[in-house]
């Protein structure tokens, strides 16, 4: 059967790596198309007329929108391979609120962390470091929060790691000498070829941010 598999995208986006990785995971084939955000396509106006954000992932025609969806719904599509959501009920919901967890903090405490400067950025610093502690904490000895497989906690989380070195210089701090069973962790996944073909380098990342500070106007 054909896929037909659209991916609208934008390469620096946590959210889109998500759906690179569940995707990847899967051995899908599809259609990436990088979007200028400045410059929104009609596709992905029609696709997602309600936010006008990226990812959109359009199966047949069809789109599915907000990435933690998309990455329930591939799963559920192909659920032949690589399962990433627990069929157990509690794990399932547990994983659904961790996945919550990082939607609701690492995001936006790390952009806080590359917009604001001194005691905003401080604060903005030690409440990411407790947020990622709380991570490790669930990890636990776990190579994977999916268990012994990557799993939809892990999908969810591994995309900022390549926003980490943004956060640590534009922060001056170092994220590894607090948590170090979590970027252990994030380099163990490293080394599968779906996570590592779906991330950008770190220092990629890093100078679009430094582009963001410079159109922002921050200092």
Not at 192 to 197: G, I, Q
């Amino acid at each position: 059967m054909s896929e037909e598999v659209v991916l609208l995208d934008f390469w620096p986006s946590p959210f889109g790596m998500r759906v690179r990785i569940a995707l990847a995971e899967k051995g899908i084939q599809y259609e990436y198309q990088e979007e200028d955000l400045r410059n929104k396509s009609d596709l992905l106006l029609k696709m997602n007329p309600i936010h006008k954000k990226i990812p959109v992932l359009i199966h047949r025609g069809k789109p599915v929108c907000e990435s933690l969806i998309q990455v329930q719904y591939i799963d559920e599509v192909w659920h032949d391979k690589s399962p990433l959501i627990p069929s157990d009920p509690y794990q399932r919901a547990n994983a659904r609120f961790w996945a919550d967890f990082v939607d609701k903090k690492i995001y936006e405490i790390g952009t806080k962390i590359w917009t604001t400067k001194g005691e905003e950025q401080a604060a903005a610093k030690k409440e990411f470091i407790e947020s990622l502690k709380l991570l490790e904490g669930e990890l636990g000895d776990k190579p994977y929060f999916g268990g012994d497989n990557l799993g939809y906690v892990d999908v969810a989380l591994l995309p900022f790691y390549s926003w980490f070195y943004a956060y640590e210089k534009c922060g001056n701090f170092t994220i590894e000498e607090e948590c170090p069973k979590l970027i252990a962790w994030a380099k163990r996944c490293l080394q599968k070829e779906s996570v590592a073909k779906s991330l950008p380098d770190q220092e990629k990342v890093y100078g679009f941010v430094l582009q963001l500070k410079k159109a922002f106007g921050i200092e």
